[in-house]
Nanobody
Framework: QVQLVESGGGLVQAGGSLRLSCAAS????????MGWFRQAPGKDREFVAA????????YYADSVKGRFTISRDNAKNTVYLQMNSLKPEDTAVYSC????????????????WGQGTQVTVSS
C-alpha cells in the first residue's frame, strides 16, 4: 500500500520560512517523480513544484519561482519543499504526489497523493 505523508506545515509570518517534508512508503521511491501542489479555500488545486526521478530536473510555478526549492533524498524516501519569503497568498493545504512518469510534470495526472499539510501565512 502506497502512503505519502506530509509534515512541516504551520503558521508563519509573512517573510518567514517553512520546510515541508513528504515521506513515501510502499513504492520504489527512486523511480517516481514527485510533485507538490496546493489548494487554497475556494480555489482549485494548483501545481507548485516537481522533481524528476531520473535526474535533478525541477519545475516551478511562476508564483513560487525563486522563493521555493524542491529536493529529494532517495535514501530517506522523502521529498522536501523549502519555502522562503512566504506571502499571505501562499496560504493553502500543501500536498505531495507521485508519478512514475518523467515529462509534463506540472500538468500531468499523478498516481498517488498525500493527505496534505496546512500552511498559513499571516500578514
Amino acid at each position: 500500500q502506497v502512503q505519502l505523508v506530509e509534515s512541516g506545515g504551520g503558521l508563519v509570518q509573512a517573510g518567514g520560512s517553512l520546510r515541508l517534508s513528504c515521506a513515501a512508503s510502499g513504492l520504489t521511491f527512486s523511480t517516481y517523480s514527485m510533485g507538490w501542489f496546493r489548494q487554497a479555500p475556494g480555489k482549485d488545486r494548483e501545481f507548485v513544484a516537481a522533481i524528476r526521478w531520473s535526474d535533478p530536473t525541477t519545475y516551478y510555478a511562476d508564483s513560487v519561482k525563486g522563493r521555493f526549492t524542491i529536493s529529494r533524498d532517495n535514501a530517506k524516501n522523502t521529498v522536501y519543499l523549502q519555502m522562503n519569503s512566504l506571502k499571505p497568498e501562499d496560504t493553502a493545504v500543501y500536498s505531495c504526489a507521485a508519478t512514475n512518469q518523467l515529462y509534463n510534470l506540472p500538468s500531468r495526472r499523478y498516481d498517488y497523493w498525500g493527505q496534505g499539510t496546512q500552511v498559513t501565512v499571516s500578514s
